[in-house]
Protein backbone atom coordinates (compact mmCIF):
# COMPACT_ATOMS: atom_id res chain seq x y z
CA UNK A 1 0.00 0.00 0.00
CA UNK A 2 1.03 3.70 -0.38
CA UNK A 3 3.59 5.01 2.28
CA UNK A 4 3.57 8.70 3.45
CA UNK A 5 4.70 11.27 1.12
CA UNK A 6 5.55 14.31 0.95
CA UNK A 7 5.92 16.72 -1.43
CA UNK A 8 8.11 18.71 -2.44
CA UNK A 9 11.23 16.44 -2.18
CA UNK A 10 13.10 19.47 -2.44
CA UNK A 11 12.18 22.87 -1.97
CA UNK A 12 15.07 25.90 -2.86
CA UNK A 13 13.89 29.05 -1.45
CA UNK A 14 14.96 32.60 -0.47
CA UNK A 15 15.81 34.25 3.05
CA UNK A 16 12.78 36.22 4.35
CA UNK A 17 10.20 33.86 2.35
CA UNK A 18 7.27 32.04 3.08
CA UNK A 19 7.37 28.09 2.83
CA UNK A 20 4.55 25.27 3.00
CA UNK A 21 5.58 21.78 3.65
CA UNK A 22 2.82 19.05 2.79
CA UNK A 23 2.67 15.12 4.35
CA UNK A 24 0.22 12.95 3.43
CA UNK A 25 -0.37 9.84 5.77
CA UNK A 26 -1.00 6.74 5.58
CA UNK A 27 -4.68 6.25 4.82
CA UNK A 28 -6.47 5.65 8.05
CA UNK A 29 -3.58 7.17 10.51
CA UNK A 30 -4.69 9.33 13.29
CA UNK A 31 -1.15 10.40 14.87
CA UNK A 32 1.09 12.58 12.07
CA UNK A 33 4.39 13.91 13.24
CA UNK A 34 6.85 16.43 12.36
CA UNK A 35 10.75 16.48 12.52
CA UNK A 36 13.39 18.37 11.43
CA UNK A 37 16.97 16.75 10.42
CA UNK A 38 20.38 18.62 10.06
CA UNK A 39 23.49 17.18 8.52
CA UNK A 40 24.76 14.48 11.17
CA UNK A 41 21.88 14.69 13.41
CA UNK A 42 18.92 12.49 14.19
CA UNK A 43 15.44 13.74 13.74
CA UNK A 44 14.38 16.53 15.77
CA UNK A 45 10.53 16.77 17.02
CA UNK A 46 8.78 19.68 16.27
CA UNK A 47 4.94 18.59 16.59
CA UNK A 48 2.42 16.06 17.11
CA UNK A 49 -1.04 15.96 16.04
CA UNK A 50 -3.42 13.42 16.94
CA UNK A 51 -6.31 14.04 14.54
CA UNK A 52 -6.93 17.64 13.65
CA UNK A 53 -5.69 18.75 16.47
CA UNK A 54 -1.92 19.75 17.78
CA UNK A 55 -1.20 17.15 20.96
CA UNK A 56 2.06 18.45 21.41
CA UNK A 57 3.88 21.33 19.61
CA UNK A 58 6.37 21.48 21.96
CA UNK A 59 9.33 21.25 19.37
CA UNK A 60 8.52 23.85 16.90
CA UNK A 61 11.51 26.30 17.48
CA UNK A 62 9.52 29.44 17.40
CA UNK A 63 6.75 31.53 16.10
CA UNK A 64 7.65 31.30 12.68
CA UNK A 65 6.58 28.10 12.41
CA UNK A 66 3.24 26.93 12.70
CA UNK A 67 1.09 23.08 11.10
CA UNK A 68 -2.47 22.36 10.18
CA UNK A 69 -3.47 19.43 9.95
CA UNK A 70 -7.85 20.73 9.09
CA UNK A 71 -9.15 17.51 7.71
CA UNK A 72 -7.34 15.04 9.77
CA UNK A 73 -5.13 13.90 6.96
CA UNK A 74 -3.45 15.99 5.43
CA UNK A 75 -0.87 18.24 7.09
CA UNK A 76 1.37 21.37 5.45
CA UNK A 77 4.42 22.50 7.66
CA UNK A 78 4.49 26.64 7.38
CA UNK A 79 7.46 28.20 7.61
CA UNK A 80 7.38 32.39 7.84
CA UNK A 81 10.44 34.77 6.88
CA UNK A 82 12.87 31.93 6.64
CA UNK A 83 16.26 32.00 7.42
CA UNK A 84 19.60 29.97 6.43
CA UNK A 85 19.17 28.46 9.60
CA UNK A 86 15.97 26.47 8.86
CA UNK A 87 17.90 23.96 6.22
CA UNK A 88 17.08 20.80 7.21
CA UNK A 89 15.55 17.84 6.08
CA UNK A 90 11.80 17.98 7.10
CA UNK A 91 10.39 14.40 8.64
CA UNK A 92 6.68 13.81 8.42
CA UNK A 93 5.63 10.44 9.76
CA UNK A 94 2.49 9.00 10.66
CA UNK A 95 1.31 6.04 13.06
CA UNK A 96 -2.28 4.05 13.43
CA UNK A 97 -3.15 5.90 16.71
CA UNK A 98 -1.38 8.14 18.61
CA UNK A 99 -2.41 6.08 21.64
CA UNK A 100 -1.17 3.42 22.64
CA UNK A 101 1.95 5.65 22.11
CA UNK A 102 4.15 2.27 21.92
CA UNK A 103 3.30 2.56 18.13
CA UNK A 104 6.18 2.60 15.61
CA UNK A 105 5.74 5.42 13.10
CA UNK A 106 6.24 5.36 9.59
CA UNK A 107 8.01 7.98 8.04
CA UNK A 108 7.93 9.64 4.50
CA UNK A 109 10.81 10.33 2.31
CA UNK A 110 11.60 14.00 3.67
CA UNK A 111 11.49 17.27 1.99
CA UNK A 112 15.16 18.86 1.76
CA UNK A 113 14.92 23.05 2.33
CA UNK A 114 17.59 24.93 1.42
CA UNK A 115 17.27 28.55 2.47
CA UNK A 116 19.53 31.14 0.29
CA UNK B 1 14.32 16.09 29.91
CA UNK B 2 14.90 12.39 28.18
CA UNK B 3 17.64 11.70 25.87
CA UNK B 4 19.38 8.99 23.89
CA UNK B 5 23.09 8.77 23.34
CA UNK B 6 24.61 6.59 20.18
CA UNK B 7 28.46 7.09 21.53
CA UNK B 8 29.95 5.87 18.41
CA UNK B 9 28.96 7.69 14.91
CA UNK B 10 30.67 4.45 12.76
CA UNK B 11 30.92 0.81 13.13
CA UNK B 12 32.51 -0.99 10.86
CA UNK B 13 32.21 -4.90 10.95
CA UNK B 14 33.13 -7.44 8.26
CA UNK B 15 30.27 -9.34 6.75
CA UNK B 16 29.38 -12.52 8.78
CA UNK B 17 30.68 -11.17 12.19
CA UNK B 18 28.47 -10.22 14.83
CA UNK B 19 27.32 -6.61 15.29
CA UNK B 20 26.37 -4.40 17.94
CA UNK B 21 25.29 -0.62 17.95
CA UNK B 22 25.11 0.97 20.78
CA UNK B 23 22.59 3.03 22.95
CA UNK B 24 21.67 4.50 26.20
CA UNK B 25 18.86 6.81 26.97
CA UNK B 26 17.98 8.71 30.39
CA UNK B 27 14.47 9.47 31.35
CA UNK B 28 12.43 9.52 34.32
CA UNK B 29 10.16 6.26 34.53
CA UNK B 30 9.68 3.29 32.36
CA UNK B 31 11.05 3.84 28.57
CA UNK B 32 9.74 2.66 25.21
CA UNK B 33 12.39 2.14 22.91
CA UNK B 34 12.85 2.03 19.39
CA UNK B 35 15.25 1.28 16.98
CA UNK B 36 15.29 2.84 12.94
CA UNK B 37 17.40 2.70 10.06
CA UNK B 38 17.86 5.00 7.09
CA UNK B 39 18.79 3.91 3.72
CA UNK B 40 20.51 5.93 1.26
CA UNK B 41 17.84 8.32 -0.33
CA UNK B 42 14.98 6.52 1.97
CA UNK B 43 12.79 7.36 4.94
CA UNK B 44 13.45 5.79 8.49
CA UNK B 45 12.14 2.34 8.62
CA UNK B 46 10.80 0.98 11.58
CA UNK B 47 13.31 -2.21 13.09
CA UNK B 48 12.52 -3.08 16.18
CA UNK B 49 11.03 -1.63 19.77
CA UNK B 50 10.89 -2.60 23.57
CA UNK B 51 7.65 -1.96 25.72
CA UNK B 52 7.89 -3.99 28.71
CA UNK B 53 8.53 -7.81 29.16
CA UNK B 54 11.11 -9.93 27.59
CA UNK B 55 14.58 -7.88 27.71
CA UNK B 56 15.61 -9.18 24.61
CA UNK B 57 13.35 -8.22 21.25
CA UNK B 58 13.37 -9.28 17.86
CA UNK B 59 12.46 -7.20 15.16
CA UNK B 60 13.43 -7.11 11.23
CA UNK B 61 16.17 -8.24 8.85
CA UNK B 62 17.25 -10.84 11.73
CA UNK B 63 18.15 -7.86 14.45
CA UNK B 64 17.75 -7.81 18.10
CA UNK B 65 18.12 -5.97 20.81
CA UNK B 66 18.53 -5.99 24.76
CA UNK B 67 17.22 -3.91 27.14
CA UNK B 68 18.96 -3.55 29.95
CA UNK B 69 17.48 -1.37 32.82
CA UNK B 70 20.44 -0.85 35.29
CA UNK B 71 22.80 0.33 32.29
CA UNK B 72 19.96 2.30 30.74
CA UNK B 73 21.25 0.84 27.39
CA UNK B 74 19.15 -0.44 24.41
CA UNK B 75 22.12 -1.97 22.40
CA UNK B 76 21.38 -3.15 18.96
CA UNK B 77 22.09 -6.82 17.39
CA UNK B 78 22.95 -9.08 14.95
CA UNK B 79 24.57 -12.74 14.80
CA UNK B 80 26.05 -12.61 11.29
CA UNK B 81 26.20 -9.06 9.61
CA UNK B 82 25.42 -8.82 5.72
CA UNK B 83 26.48 -5.75 3.17
CA UNK B 84 22.90 -4.83 2.76
CA UNK B 85 22.80 -3.54 6.19
CA UNK B 86 25.17 -1.05 5.72
CA UNK B 87 22.67 1.94 6.89
CA UNK B 88 22.19 4.68 9.59
CA UNK B 89 20.68 3.30 12.56
CA UNK B 90 19.04 5.68 15.17
CA UNK B 91 17.59 4.78 19.04
CA UNK B 92 14.71 6.34 20.05
CA UNK B 93 12.74 6.77 23.19
CA UNK B 94 9.51 7.39 24.40
CA UNK B 95 8.99 8.93 27.95
CA UNK B 96 6.96 9.45 30.56
CA UNK B 97 7.98 12.61 31.23
CA UNK B 98 6.78 14.15 27.88
CA UNK B 99 3.96 12.18 28.48
CA UNK B 100 5.06 9.28 26.05
CA UNK B 101 4.01 11.84 22.76
CA UNK B 102 7.53 13.08 22.11
CA UNK B 103 10.27 10.90 20.60
CA UNK B 104 13.51 11.73 21.33
CA UNK B 105 16.56 10.80 18.73
CA UNK B 106 19.77 9.64 18.69
CA UNK B 107 22.03 11.30 16.61
CA UNK B 108 22.72 8.06 14.54
CA UNK B 109 25.15 5.37 14.18
CA UNK B 110 26.36 4.73 10.69
CA UNK B 111 27.10 0.55 10.11
CA UNK B 112 29.35 -0.05 7.42
CA UNK B 113 29.32 -4.18 6.30
CA UNK B 114 32.84 -4.64 4.67
CA UNK B 115 32.86 -7.63 2.49
Known amino acids: GAGVSQTPSNKVTEKGKYVELRCDPI?????LYWYRQSLGQGPEFLIY????????DSGLPNDRFFAVRPEGSVSTLKIQRTERGDSAVYLC??????????????FGPGTRLTVL | AQSVAQPEDQVNVAEGNPLTVKCTYSVSGNPYLFWYVQYPNRGLQFLLKYITGDNLVKGSYGFEAEFNKSQTSFHLKKPSALVSDSALYFCAVRGPGEGYQKVTFGTGTKLQVIP
Open chain 1, 93 to 106: ASSPSGLPSYNEQF
Open chain 1, 27 to 31: SGHTA
Open chain 1, 49 to 56: FQGTGAAD
